[in-house]
C-alpha cells in the first residue's frame, strides 16, 4: 500500500504540469481583457500601458515558466518564511500577484478560505448526515411512503437549480418574514453568545440550500448500494442465521454499502474548497467561489490560474485518498 | 492634538448619551451600510480605472476640485477654482496654478501640501507604472511647487479647458510619504499602501478585503470638525444589482446600494415595501447604434470594416441612415429598459445642458414609420416577397451586434421588430462584455473591430467638456490593422469638414463658443448618420428612507459628498 501511494504521488507530479500548461494555454487563447472592464473613457494607448505592465506583451511561454517559478519555488519558500521566521536570499520575491487587485494570490485565497470552509463545508457535513439515514430507510422500506417521500425530496434537491432555492428562501425567510440576513457579513467575528447567534443567523439560508443539494446525490448514492448489497447471499445467511435485524442492517449492509459512497463523498470534498459559485453570490458569502467567478468574469488570470491548479492538486489528491480508503475499507482489494 | 482628543471624548459622550443634536457632530449617527454589487479590488483608483474603485476611494483621496451634481466646479483642497478673469488660469493658456487650502491634513496628522500634489502627477506618470488614469495628465508638461501651498501646472500646449489633471475623483492626490517607494514598475508591489491609501477625506480605511468587503472609520483629521455624520462605513461587495435593490428597498439591511440597474417593473415591486427610494442622475452616458460606414462583408478577408474595404453597399445611402432611426421608437425603449434611469435623445454629447442641442429633437426623437418607409421607398429600394427592401442586389438585412446584457437584448428584440416595420431585416449577435469591450486584436467579436453591420452599447466622457470626446470621430481615428484596432471612430466616419471644426473646437477658450461649436459637432454626427443615439441613460441607485443629504452626481463620484450624508432623526 505504501509503495502503491508513493508511485502514485510520484506521477501525479508530470499529471500535475501538464494540468497546469493545459489551464494557462486554455485562459491565454481565451479572448478576454484585464482591461475590457474599465470605463470607455480610458483611451487605448492607455491600455495598451496597462496591460504592458501586467506583463502581457511578453511572449507566451515566458509568462508560463515565470508563473511556474512563482508558483513552485517563490510561494513555498514565503510559506516557510513566514511559518518559521528563516529568511532565504534577500527576501524579495516575486509572487504571484492578481491583476484586479495588484496583491497575492495566496493572501486571497487564505483570506477566502474561513468563508468556504464554514459554509460549504459545513452544508456537505450535513449533507451526509441527512443523506445517509435517509437512503438507508429508503432502500430498507423500498416502495413504502417513506422511501416516495424521501425519493421526491431528494429528486426535487437535486433538479432545482441553487439559483432558484437560494433565492426562494431569501424572498420567504429574509424579505418577508425578516427572520435571517439576506446578506453575510465576513468581518462578523464571534466572541461572544449574540455573535455566535449572528454568525448561525446568517449561515442558516446559504447552509440550507447547499444541504439539500448535497443531501439528495448522496442519498441517491446511498440508496442505490443499500438496495445491491440487501439482497446479496451474505444478508440472507446471516439472516437465516439468526442475527437480529438491526445488526444484519446496520452492520452488515450498512458497512458493505458504504464502500463505494465513500468514494463519492471522497472525490466532493475537492468542491467544498471550488466553493460554491451560486450561493455564494446569491448570499454574498464571498468565498473562493465568489473569488473565481470574479476573476474570471474580469480576465485576472493569475489568479483563474492559480485557484484552478490548486483545485487540480486537490482533485488528484483526493483521487488518491480514495482510493487508498477503498483499500483499507474492503480487504478484498489489494494494491501490492 | 490636544483639542482633538477632547473632541473625541465629546464624540463619544455624545454617542453614550445618543443626543439628539443630529448631525451637528461628528461620528454620532453610527454604521453607514453600502453596498456594491461589483465588489471593490483595491482602493487605488490609479491602479485599477474601474468605476467601483475610483468611487470607493473617493471617501478616502479628494481631487483639488470636483464637479457637483449640477456640472459646476467646487473648490475641495484648492481654496478656489483658477480661471481667466482670477488670474489662475494664464492668458495664453499654457498654465493654470492652484492654490491650497492652508490647513488640511491628511488623516495621520502631516500637512498637506504642493508637494503631494506634484507627487501624484509624477506617481501615474511614470513608465512602466501602468497608472490607469494617465490620460488626465495628457498635455501637462510640468507641475512645480511655487510656495507650500501654491502649484502651478504648465502645459505643452494651450488649453482652453484645463480642468482635468488633479480634477475629479479620477484624479486624486494621494499622500507623497506613503507612495515614495511605489513609483513606476513598483507600484503593484505596496499592496498595505494601495489597500489603504492615506487621504485628506471623510474616512479612513480601517480594514479592506479584496473584492469582498471595506471597513472605513471616520477621519479625525477631517477639515470639517462636525463631519462626517457617520462614525463608520461598511463597504459590501459582490452579489448582483438585483438582489442589491432589494437589500435597501425590501430587506431594509442596507442604506445605499449602487447601480441598482434591474428592469422598472422589478423595481417597483421592491419599492412597495417602503423601505428605500431611488434616484437617479444623468451625466453623459448615451446609448446609441453605431452604423458601419465600411464594408464587413467576411469575403473581404482582412480588409473588412476598413476603410480599404470601401463604403458600406447599403449603409452608404443616407436615406437608408435617415431612415433606420426614424423607425426607432425610443420611448417605447426606455420604459422597457430603463425607466427612470433613461430618457430618449438624439443626442451624443446629451449633457451639460449648456452644450445638448435641441436641433434635431423635431424629426428624430418622435417616431415615424410613415416617413421612413417614403425615404426608402424613393431611394430606391423595394421590398421583396420576404418583406426586405433590396436595390441592385443589395439587402436591407443587418447584422447588428452587442454585449451581452438582458436589457440589451431587449432592446435588440425591440429595435428588430421597429426596423421589419420599414422592410429592413435584423440579424441578432452578442458577446461577452470583457470580450466586445476587450480589445484584443485577436478577436473578431470586439466593438473596435466591428465586423457587423450595426452594432450597440454606452460610451460617455469625462467631466463637463466634450472637447476630447468630439474628437473621436475624426478621419484618422478610425481603427484597423494599421494602429491594431484602436482608433476610437468606431463607425468610420469621416467628414473633413467635421475635422477642421474639431480644429477650431481646440483653439477656441471662450466657453459661449465652445458650446455652440460642440453642439454644431455633435448634430453633425446626428444628422449624418454616423450613429443612432437612443437613450440618455442615467445612474440609478437605491437609497434608504433614513439616509438623508445625499446629492446624487453623475460628474463625479456618487459618494462624493459623503462627509455630508446623515441618519434622519
Known amino acids: 500500500m505504501f509503495t502503491f501511494t508513493l508511485r502514485r504521488l510520484f506521477f501525479a507530479i508530470p499529471t500535475l504540469l501538464v494540468i497546469s500548461f493545459v489551464i494557462f494555454a486554455l485562459l491565454d487563447l481565451a479572448p478576454n481583457d484585464p482591461t475590457g472592464d474599465l470605463p470607455l473613457t480610458i483611451p487605448p494607448e492607455v491600455r495598451e500601458q496597462i496591460r504592458a505592465s501586467l506583463g502581457l506583451d511578453q511572449p507566451f511561454f515566458f509568462r508560463y515558466l515565470a508563473w511556474l517559478h512563482q508558483f513552485f519555488i517563490n510561494e513555498p519558500l514565503n510559506i516557510i518564511e513566514s511559518l518559521t521566521g528563516w529568511q532565504f536570499g534577500d527576501g524579495e520575491r516575486m509572487r504571484v500577484l492578481s491583476w484586479a487587485t495588484r496583491s497575492p494570490v495566496v493572501d486571497l485565497i487564505v483570506q477566502r478560505l474561513p468563508q468556504t470552509l464554514w459554509v460549504v463545508g459545513l452544508a456537505y457535513l450535513f449533507g451526509i448526515l441527512i443523506a445517509i439515514p435517509i437512503g438507508v430507510i429508503s432502500a430498507y422500506k423500498q416502495y413504502s411512503v417513506l422511501d416516495q417521500v424521501g425519493t421526491f425530496i431528494s429528486m426535487v434537491g437535486y433538479s432545482v437549480p441553487t439559483f432558484f432555492t437560494g433565492v426562494l428562501l431569501v424572498v420567504i425567510f429574509s424579505s418577508y418574514l425578516q427572520w435571517f440576513p439576506s446578506v453575510y457579513d465576513t468581518n462578523l467575528r464571534v466572541t461572544d453568545f449574540s455573535s455566535f447567534v449572528a454568525q448561525v443567523k446568517q449561515m442558516v439560508l446559504p447552509v440550507a440550500v447547499l444541504s439539500l443539494y448535497n443531501a439528495s446525490q448522496i442519498a441517491r448514492f446511498v440508496r442505490a448500494s443499500m438496495l445491491d448489497n440487501l439482497h446479496q447471499d451474505y444478508v440472507r445467511t446471516a439472516r437465516a442465521k439468526g442475527v437480529k435485524e438491526k445488526a444484519v442492517l446496520l452492520v452488515h449492509v450498512l458497512r458493505n454499502s458504504l464502500i463505494p459512497v465513500v468514494t463519492v463523498i471522497a472525490l466532493g470534498v475537492p468542491t467544498i474548497f471550488s466553493g460554491a459559485i451560486i450561493t455564494e453570490q446569491i448570499f454574498r458569502v464571498n468565498g473562493l467561489g465568489q473569488l473565481l467567478i470574479t476573476a474570471v468574469q474580469g480576465a485576472d488570470i493569475p489568479l483563474v490560474q492559480t485557484l484552478t491548479f490548486i483545485f487540480a492538486v486537490l482533485i488528484v489528491l483526493f483521487n488518491l485518498i480514495a482510493d487508498v480508503l477503498y483499500g483499507i475499507l474492503d480487504p478484498r482489494i489489494r494494491y501490492d | ?569
Open chain 2, 1 to 569: 492634538m490636544h483639542r482633538l482628543k477632547l473632541l473625541l471624548a465629546g464624540t463619544v459622550a455624545a454617542m453614550a448619551l445618543s443626543s439628539a443634536t443630529a448631525h451637528a457632530e461628528r461620528g454620532t449617527d453610527g454604521d453607514l451600510k453600502i453596498l456594491f454589487w461589483q465588489a471593490v479590488s483595491t482602493m487605488n483608483p490609479f491602479l485599477s480605472g474601474g468605476t467601483k474603485e475610483v468611487f470607493a476611494s473617493s471617501m478616502v483621496i479628494e481631487p483639488l476640485a470636483r464637479t457637483d451634481e449640477n456640472g459646476k466646479l467646487v473648490a475641495y483642497l484648492a481654496t478656489e477654482i483658477p480661471t481667466l478673469e482670477n488670474g489662475g488660469l494664464a492668458k495664453d493658456l499654457l498654465s493654470l496654478t492652484w492654490k491650497l487650502k492652508p490647513d488640511v491634513k491628511w488623516s495621520d496628522g502631516t500637512p498637506f501640501t504642493a508637494e503631494d500634489v506634484i507627487f501624484t502627477w509624477k506617481y501615474c506618470t511614470a513608465p512602466d507604472g501602468g497608472c490607469a488614469q494617465k490620460a488626465q495628465y495628457e498635455g501637462v508638461k510640468d507641475v512645480e511647487a511655487i510656495d507650500p501651498h501654491t502649484v502651478k501646472v504648465t502645459f505643452t500646449e494651450p488649453k482652453p479647458y484645463p480642468y482635468s489633471a488633479f480634477v475629479g475623483s479620477q484624479s486624486p492626490i494621494i499622500q507623497a510619504k506613503q507612495f515614495a517607494d511605489c513609483v513606476g514598475a513598483k507600484a503593484p508591489g505596496c499592496t498595505a499602501a494601495n489597500f489603504g491609501p492615506i487621504g485628506t477625506g471623510a474616512f479612513v480605511v480601517a480594514d479592506f478585503k479584496p473584492n469582498d468587503v471595506i471597513t472605513f472609520k471616520a477621519n479625525p483629521n477631517y477639515r470639517d470638525p462636525a463631519k462626517p455624520a457617520f462614525a463608520s462605513v461598511t463597504l459590501k461587495g459582490g452579489g448582483d444589482a438585483a438582489s442589491a435593490a432589494r437589500a435597501v428597498l425590501e430587506t431594509g439591511e442596507y442604506d445605499y446600494a449602487w447601480n441598482t440597474m434591474v428592469e422598472p417593473e422589478v423595481l417597483q415591486t421592491m419599492l412597495a415595501a417602503g423601505k428605500g427610494r431611488l434616484e437617479s442622475a444623468f451625466g453623459t452616458n448615451v446609448e446609441r447604434i453605431n452604423l458601419n460606414w465600411t464594408n464587413p462583408d467576411p469575403a473581404l478577408g482582412d480588409k473588412r470594416s476598413t476603410t480599404d474595404a470601401g463604403p458600406h453597399p447599403a449603409l452608404k445611402d443616407p436615406a437608408v441612415r435617415r431612415a433606420l432611426s426614424l423607425a426607432i421608437d425610443r420611448d417605447i425603449i426606455v420604459e422597457a429598459g430603463y425607466g427612470a434611469a433613461g430618457k430618449a435623445t438624439c443626442n451624443i454629447v446629451p449633457a451639460p445642458e449648456a452644450v445638448a442641442s435641441t436641433k434635431n429633437d423635431s424629426w428624430c426623437l418622435k417616431q415615424d414609420l410613415e416617413a421612413a418607409n417614403k425615404l426608402l421607398d424613393d431611394a430606391g429600394w423595394a421590398k421583396g416577397s420576404d418583406g426586405i427592401r433590396a436595390k441592385d442586389g443589395v439587402k436591407l438585412n443587418f447584422l447588428y451586434s452587442t454585449s451581452t446584457n438582458s436589457v440589451r437584448q431587449a432592446t435588440q428584440e425591440l429595435v428588430k421588430s421597429m426596423w421589419a416595420e420599414i422592410g429592413v431585416g435584423a440579424e441578432l449577435r452578442n458577446a461577452s462584455a470583457s470580450v466586445f469591450f476587450g480589445g484584443d486584436p485577436a478577436s473578431p467579436d470586439t466593438f473596435q473591430k466591428f465586423y457587423a453591420d450595426v452594432e450597440m452599447y454606452t460610451n460617455n466622457f469625462d467631466g463637463t467638456d466634450p472637447e476630447k470626446y468630439l474628437a473621436e470621430w475624426l478621419c484618422n481615428q478610425m481603427p484597423g490593422p494599421s494602429n491594431g484596432w484602436q482608433g476610437q471612430n468606431i463607425p468610420r466616419y469621416c467628414n473633413p469638414e467635421y475635422d477642421k471644426m474639431v480644429g477650431t473646437l481646440s483653439k477656441t477658450a471662450d466657453p459661449a463658443k465652445r458650446a455652440e461649436l460642440a453642439k454644431q459637432l455633435n448634430d453633425m454626427l446626428t444628422e449624418e448618420g454616423a450613429h443612432i443615439p437612443l437613450v440618455h441613460r442615467g445612474d440609478l441607485s437605491a437609497f434608504a428612507v433614513s439616509l438623508d443629504g445625499v446629492r446624487m452626481n453623475s460628474w463625479d463620484s456618487q459618494l462624493w459628498n459623503v462627509a455630508d450624508w446623515y441618519r434622519k432623526k
